[in-house]
């Protein structure tokens, strides 16, 4: 077997752990304590801060982006990713051609997944 040189983790540094959310008798989020898979990553777009307003209460909404080559498939919403050591919540998945090179001569191009977070 080969190695896909397509797939390379070169500027994926960053090392995550996601887990799996469970939800409790109380209605309540919570994460499952055993990991349920390891990929590495890199920011996609910068931790971005701001403030909503639900009736009278002011809301501080945290967000960001991660990529990574790694197949991710059975990581949902609401499940928790430990992304440079702090906890977020995944909002949503995608997944995205990259724009390399080799996507001109190959028929199976490589694709990254775009994660959003939420903290």
């Given amino acids: 077997m080969a190695i896909d040189l397509r797939q ?10 996601w887990y799996k959310a469970v939800v409790t008798g109380g209605n309540a989020l919570t994460m499952n304590p055993a990991c349920a898979g390891v990929f590495y990553a890199d ?12 009736g009278a209460v002011m ?9 990574t080559p790694d197949s991710v498939d059975d990581l949902k919403s609401n499940d928790y990713v430990s992304y440079n ?19 001109r001569f190959s ?5 990254d997944t775009i994660i959003q977070l939420r903290r």
């Fill in 43 to 54: 920011e996609q777009s910068p931790e971005t801060e701001t403030m909503e307003q639900l």
């Fill in 8 to 17: 390379s983790r070169v500027g994926y540094s960053d090392r995550c752990k």
């Fill in 59 to 67: 809301v501080r909404k945290i967000t960001t982006a991660i990529k």
């Fill in 107 to 111: 028929t199976n191009a490589p694709i």
């Fill in 85 to 103: 050591g702090e906890t977020w919540i995944v909002t949503g998945t995608a997944k995205a051609e990259t724009n390399s090179r080799s996507r």
